[in-house]
T-cell receptor, first 114, second 118 residues
Framework: DSGVTQTPKHLITATGQRVTLRCSPR?????VYWYQQSLDQGLQFLIQ???????AKGNILERFSAQQFPDLHSELNLSSLELGDSALYFC?????????????FGPGTRLLVL | AQKITQTQPGMFVQEKEAVTLDCTYD???????LFWYKQPSSGEMIFLIY??????QNATEGRYSLNFQKARKSANLVISASQLGDSAMYFC???????????????FGQGTRLTINP
């Protein structure tokens, strides 16, 4: 158990819908990262937050947004969902912002868009 | 350009044998970190081992060791005395130093599916 929690574990929804994925980092970690794992793209970095502020952006679509709250939990919002958004979404956390420390991953949310 | 290359899509090994999973990387930075993660069929990503670019010794964690050859830009994972529970996908990942734009992210290879046969 990495100490990172994600809810829900599974999500099935329809095209055009909006969903929210939630993540709580390990105790003491200030950075939260979101990754998407799909069969065709592999594991891709989406976005990072550090202590409530957006720190780095990767291949995140405009239909996707995220935020980190004062209690450090984070939410990833996916809207106008398409079939291709079906993937495993991971949240990871680390202590600092930009060093080489290890990122610990949550169990993931498996999203299926029908 | 591919930053992390894992050339073995799949490997089959007998239980109790040692196994080496290959990983080569590409970076122009002097400061970077290399990571290996295990993803069993249940889907979670489990951190295994870390090697910093300035570390002189190869990293070891229990049955896992990292064969770090900086000049060759390779960071192979060695699992000794393999067990049935080692069957999983294994990902090599790199994080570049703080000075690089977007360095905070992990860049992953495509993974190697390891199957341990009894």
């Amino acid at each position: 158990d990495s100490g990172v929690t994600q809810t829900p574990k599974h999500l099935i929804t329809a095209t055009g819908q909006r969903v929210t994925l939630r993540c709580s980092p390990r105790s003491g970690d200030l950075s939260v990262y979101w990754y998407q794992q799909s069969l065709d793209q592999g594991l891709q970095f989406l976005i990072q937050y550090y202590n409530g502020e957006e720190r780095a952006k990767g291949n995140i679509l405009e239909r996707f947004s995220a935020q980190q709250f004062p209690d450090l939990h984070s939410e990833l919002n996916l809207s106008s969902l398409e079939l291709g958004d079906s993937a495993l979404y991971f949240c990871a956390s680390s202590e600092g912002a930009g060093g080489l420390e290890t990122q610990y991953f949550g169990p993931g949310t498996r999203l299926l868009v029908l | 350009a591919q930053k992390i290359t894992q050339t073995q899509p799949g490997m089959f090994v007998q239980e109790k044998e040692a196994v080496t999973l290959d990983c080569t990387y590409d970076t122009s930075d002097q400061s970077y970190g290399l990571f290996w993660y295990k993803q069993p069929s249940s889907g979670e990503m489990i951190f295994l081992i870390y090697q910093g670019s300035y570390d002189e010794q190869n990293a070891t964690e229990g049955r896992y060791s990292l064969n770090f050859q900086k000049a060759r830009k390779s960071a192979n994972l060695v699992i000794s005395a393999s067990q049935l529970g080692d069957s999983a996908m294994y990902f090599c990942a790199m994080r570049e130093g703080p000075g690089i734009q977007g360095a905070q992210k992990l860049v992953f290879g495509q993974g190697t599916r390891l199957t341990i046969n009894p």
